[in-house]
Structure formats: structure tokens, C-alpha cells
């Protein structure tokens, strides 16, 4: 089945110590977003490829980036994880515009 | 104030009820609205979209949109305790771009009691 695949489900990483969060897909869309979701919270959009193209959102701390190096896999790089960014983080894709996104099962972070 | 608003609950509806879910939005230029269903630490799962005012029906599943009264709603017929979950309200607006933007309210826990 065509599926959008996060690694690991949890991870668990120091205060402080960079940390590699990962998203694959096999549906062939041409968009891909992370998302931060804390408990009883909206998830909160992080930034998103458009294809090649990397948009940040403005409030996106300095501290999160993104890679994609190809249209299957994109990846979330924390440098310095403080204790505020333990939370759900969600990979979803979209066909073109962000109407219906396919969601991952997300990552939970931990900050020990 | 939030531009996509749901009251957090939790609603709790007895087996066989009506579940009733509500959502309003503040951009006028919201064109299309989308209800996620998520279960407790899983990922959001899209159940229902609408664009046009009125209802749009889907098995057990009844969406309503009523732009002039900015609101959105999700109705569950026959709730089963299955239903249990939080609930994600969604608005996408175009924005003038060939992009555009999805946001997305906080959710209303559902409880579905036997």
C-alpha cells in the first residue's frame, strides 16, 4: 500500500544533542510538510517542500531545518533540542495544493 | 483569536447517539474545510472534506458548512465506541497563490460511553 512511513516512532534524545528525524512516501506527491503537534494542540506547520522548493514558516524556530533530497524522503534536523520541543512531530504530503494530506504516524520526541 | 476554533470537550455521547462536532473559522477566504479523526497518539486521519454550503453525506458521517455563518460541523450517526478520538477541524484558503495554506483548529476529544 502507498503509505507515508516515519522512523523511529520514538526517540528519545538529550537536551541539547542534534537529533535526525525521518519521512519516506511512496505516493508520488510532489508536496511534503512536518509538523509539530503538542498534547491537546493543533499540529502546528513547520515548514514544507514544494517539490525542490523550501518554505519556512515565520515563526519556525531557527533550531528546526529540513533536507530533501529527493521527492521520497525529506527529513527534520533539530540541532538543539531544548525541553520545549518534546512533541509529536508529524511528515504528511499532499498532491499540489494542502488540502488532503496523507499523515505518517509521526515521531514522538523525547528531551531528557 | 484562533482562525479555526472547536471547542475542546470532551463531548461524551452515549452508543448509538448523534455526535455532534463544531468548528468556526475566521478567513472569508477559507474555500474548503476537512475533518481528521485522531486516535490517541496516532497520526490524523482524513475522514470527511466540504466545499460547498450545505451537507455532504458519507455512510455515518454528515458534513455542514454554512459560509455566511462561518461555521463548519461533523455529525456521527450510530457513534460507536470506535468513534472515540479527538477530532481536527481544517480550513484551506488559496491565498491568491498557487499554493495556498491548510490550518488547523485544536480538536474536540470525543467519547463514545457503551
Known amino acids: 500500500d502507498a503509505m507515508v512511513i516515519q522512523n523511529p516512532r520514538y526517540q528519545v534524545t538529550q537536551f541539547g544533542k542534534p537529533v535526525t528525524l525521518s519521512c519516506s512516501q511512496t505516493l508520488n506527491h510532489n508536496v511534503m510538510y512536518w509538523y509539530q503537534q503538542k498534547s491537546s494542540q493543533a499540529p502546528k506547520l513547520l515548514f514544507h517542500?514544494?517539490?525542490?522548493?523550501?518554505?519556512n514558516e515565520a515563526d519556525t524556530p531557527d533550531n528546526f531545518q529540513s533536507r530533501r533530497p529527493n521527492t521520497s524522503f525529506c527529513f527534520l534536523d533539530i540541532r538543539s533540542p531544548g525541553l520545549g520541543d518534546a512533541a509529536m512531530y508529524l511528515c504528511?504530503?499532499?498532491?499540489?495544493?494542502?488540502?488532503?494530506?496523507?499523515f505518517g504516524d509521526g515521531t514522538r520526541l523525547s528531551i531528557l | 483569536q484562533k482562525e479555526v476554533e472547536q471547542n475542546s470537550g470532551p463531548l461524551s455521547v452515549p452508543e448509538g447517539a448523534i455526535a455532534s462536532l463544531n468548528c468556526t473559522y475566521s478567513d472569508r477566504g477559507s474555500q474548503s474545510f476537512f475533518w481528521y479523526r485522531q486516535y490517541s497518539g496516532k497520526s490524523p486521519e482524513l475522514i470527511m472534506f466540504i466545499y460547498s454550503n450545505g451537507d455532504k453525506e458519507d455512510g455515518r458521517f454528515t458534513a455542514q458548512l454554512n459560509k455566511a455563518s462561518q461555521y463548519v460541523s461533523l455529525l456521527i450517526r450510530d457513534s460507536q465506541p470506535s468513534d472515540s478520538a479527538t477530532y481536527l477541524c481544517?480550513?484551506?484558503?488559496?491565498?491568491?497563490?498557487?499554493?495556498?495554506?491548510?490550518?488547523f483548529g485544536q480538536g474536540t476529544i470525543l467519547t463514545v460511553h457503551p
Open positions: 517542500y514544494y517539490d525542490k522548493d523550501f518554505n
Open positions: 504528511a504530503t499532499s498532491r499540489d495544493r494542502p488540502r488532503a494530506q496523507h
Open positions: 481544517a480550513a484551506f484558503n488559496a491565498g491568491g497563490t498557487s499554493y495556498g495554506k491548510l490550518t
